[in-house]
């Protein structure tokens, strides 16, 4: 295997020789930047890096921009009162914009952090620490900005924090063109990920439907955190450009680790898939253990910065990280080119699983943690090893972001052309990427820099872990509706890098064996040629039906809610605390101030057992027994909702009464099945 090797790398060194020895005419052909000046290839660098960043920029800007416009004609936001306009911050929404708005009202910034921090005023019976428990760094963000920009007197703090909002998201946006940008090379591709990701807008964000929401806070700075990934994982990149790319993935990483509580989870998915990169020899190891390194050094900060978080002690993420660096440590001599060390390969495998599996359940023995057991209890249920009657487990089944993706999910991104290309992609470079593994295994080694004669698309690490990220994240929403806010822009990217990239068409060329006309030009033409045609087709039929939406003035108007705040407001006393359904609950704190028995938060076992506790008013329970209930909670009014009541969910056997009932033993073990009445 050795001398099949050397002799590989001989003909590779007589190959190289012969190169050197070409004609200047074929050497020309295959570098056309050669017999130019210098100045003039400088200057075309230039000018193609700054239009693309001004192309990136724009389509940012133009986002934000639409996504405001967007929630003034949904809402007629600039015409409502004040307290209309926290009806619109809907759920849990509702709990964090009040807290934004308390740090305001506080005397000092440093107060105002100490009540958040050792906070009696939401939640009765409790204090709490809503800044770690809430993960509610962003309200405190904004709120200095707010005050420290001097804008008290220019906007309201409303509209300034939903600006922060939306100006993320064009972030988000620019670092999605960015990646598509330097993995095709072309800004072109970078276009046509923003056309669809705003086509596809209902299922790549939930910025429509949630503000607030710590993902929409978050993902903007892991899509950076990807984006100076990718160009961090090149092989052909400068040192220059490659310490910036490093500081500026170390950055993101942390950022993004304290934006949002299940951000170690989303990492520990992108940990994953650089194992799988690394084990398969397709990434210089070096890089990525200096990522590892980064998720290490995240962790450790944000632990400390957190209060001394537990969850990120026992997440997976450090128990993965710190068994690949101990298993990298134990077999230094592994990759050897040998057949036992290749047969090592599998070993590692089993290495790394049986020592993160042991380090995460010594973790969690040692480190005291509130463990939810209801996760658990979730995945258990969620495949089929299992069946319960607990209340909390069943209701979150019922939860739409919990579903399996609809069949309206995978039609909508048919009609938008956007799964039929990415499916077309994913198949080619999974296919480059097996064959480019096959290489490896028989001892050839890669090649340094990959040309678009080539047709090796599979062997730019960039693109290899891209491709087992999006395979990664798209198991997980095939489970998980929820999942597809973070898999479908990341199919936007690569379905637009796919059509534009040169390097993609000209591997499906060489395996089509193409004489007829010469694959490169070829290749470059349909790089250009196919997205304008997707482009163009989604112009002519998504641009109308955008400007029709941005034109229509919708109608928001929840009387309802707005005459039972405002009844709250003057006949409550002081002392009052009310209970009812979490989501109200939180309505009732952002726009009264008043305190309440739960909160619409899912990370808290004691907050999901006050949550049970009070929904059990739906139940056939006694009256005793609920009043029992609500003053142990020191509840002194309590709201009903006709909607709990009277609901018909769209999921059979999913209403909060029926839930409750079998988890009392009131009804049988099965799930009682309700459907509504045709109109």
């Known amino acids: 295997m050795e001398e099949g090797a050397a002799d590989l790398r001989q003909r590779k060194k007589q190959n190289c020789t012969e190169t050197d020895n070409m004609a200047p005419d074929e050497r020309n052909k295959e570098n056309p930047n050669l017999g130019k000046s210098p100045k003039y290839v400088l200057f075309q660098r230039f000018a193609k890096l700054f239009f693309g960043c001004v192309a990136a920029v724009t389509s940012g800007m133009m986002y934000a921009v639409y996504l405001s416009t967007y929630h003034e004609r949904k809402f007629w936001f600039s015409s409502r009162q004040e307290l209309e306009r926290e009806i619109t911050f809907q759920g849990d929404s509702a709990i964090y914009y009040s807290f934004y708005k308390e740090l305001l009202k506080a005397p000092s910034f440093e107060r105002g952090v100490y009540e958040l921090t050792h906070n009696n005023k939401t939640v009765s019976l409790r204090t709490i620490n809503a800044v770690q428990q809430m993960t509610l760094y962003p309200e405190l963000i904004a709120s200095v900005l707010y005050q420290a920009s001097g804008s008290e007197e220019v906007i309201e703090p409303v509209y300034f924090y939903i600006g922060i909002v939306f100006g993320l998201q064009g972030i988000y946006m620019a670092a999605l063109f960015v990646t598509s940008w330097v993995m095709s090379g072309t800004w072109l591709a970078g276009m046509l990920t923003v056309a669809w990701f705003i086509i596809n807008r209902t299922d790549t964000t939930r910025i429509d439907y949630s503000i607030s929401l710590r993902e929409n806070w978050a993902l903007p700075y892991f899509a950076c955190q990807v984006a100076a990934l990718t160009g961090y994982l090149k092989n052909n990149i400068n040192f220059s450009a490659e310490r910036f790319c490093y500081l500026f993935v170390s950055a993101s990483t942390y950022t993004f680790m304290m934006m949002w509580e299940y951000s170690h989870y989303l990492l520990f998915i992108q940990a994953v898939s650089l194992l799988l990169l690394d084990s398969f020899a397709l990434v210089q190891t070096d890089k990525v253990h200096e990522v590892y390194k980064i998720y290490l050094f995240s962790l450790f900060l944000g632990y400390l910065l957190q209060f001394e978080n537990p969850a990120l002690l026992v997440s997976p993420l450090l128990s993965l990280v710190a068994a690949l660096m101990l298993s990298k440590c134990l077999q230094m001599n592994m990759k050897k080119g040998t057949f036992i060390s290749r047969m090592l390969k599998i070993m590692y ?34 495949f089929g090893l299992n069946t319960t009657k607990n209340f909390t487990v069943n209701w979150l089944l019922c939860q739409e972001s919990l579903q399996t993706p609809s069949q309206d999910f995978f039609l909508r991104l048919t009609q938008s052309s956007l799964l039929p290309f990415y499916i077309l992609v994913l198949i080619i470079c999974l296919s480059s990427i097996t064959q480019v593994i096959f290489r490896r295994i028989s001892g050839e080694p890669l090649k340094e820099k990959i040309t678009v004669d080539d047709g090796r698309i599979g062997e730019r690490p960039e693109i290899a872990y891209h491709v087992i990220h999006t395979m990664l994240m798209g198991s997980l929403a095939m489970m998980s509706e929820g999942i597809k ?6 199919m936007c990217m690569l379905a637009a890098f796919g059509v534009c990239s040169p390097e993609l068409w000209m591997t499906l060329f ?136 009277n609901e018909a969910g ?28 045709a109109p």
């Not at 020592?355 to 995945?379: A, D, Q, R």
């Not at 806010?485 to 990341?490: F, M, Q």
């Open 349 to 382: 495998f089993y290495l790394v699983f049986t020592i993160s599996v042991t380090m995460n359940f010594l973790l969690k023995t040692l480190v005291p943690h509130k463990e939810n057991e209801h996760v658990l209890k979730f995945l258990e249920v969620k």
């Open 485 to 490: 806010y973070l898999w479908t822009p990341y």
């Open 510 to 645: 060489k395996w089509l064996r193409l004489r007829a006309v010469h694959p490169i030009l070829l290749a470059l033409i349909l790089s250009m040629a196919v997205p304008s045609i997707i482009g163009f087709s989604l112009w002519k039929e998504y641009f109308p039906r955008i400007m029709t939406e941005l034109s229509e003035l919708q109608e928001f108007y929840d009387s309802d809610t707005i005459e039972l705040m405002m009844w709250v407001k003057r006949q409550a006393p002081v002392a009052a605390v009310f209970a009812g359904s979490p989501q109200l609950m939180g309505m009732i704190k952002l726009c009264t101030g008043w305190m309440v028995t739960s909160l619409p938060l899912y990370n808290d076992v004691d907050l999901l057992q006050r949550n049970e506790n009070i929904y059990q008013i739906y139940s056939k329970r006694s009256a005793e027994d609920i009043y029992k209930i609500l003053t142990s909670y020191k509840a002194t009014y309590l709201i009903i909702e006709d909607s709990i009541c």
């Open 650 to 677: 769209p999921v059979k056997g999913c209403r909060v009464k029926d839930l409750l009932d079998i988890a009392n033993g009131h009804l049988s073990g099965h799930v009682y099945s309700y459907r509504v009445a």
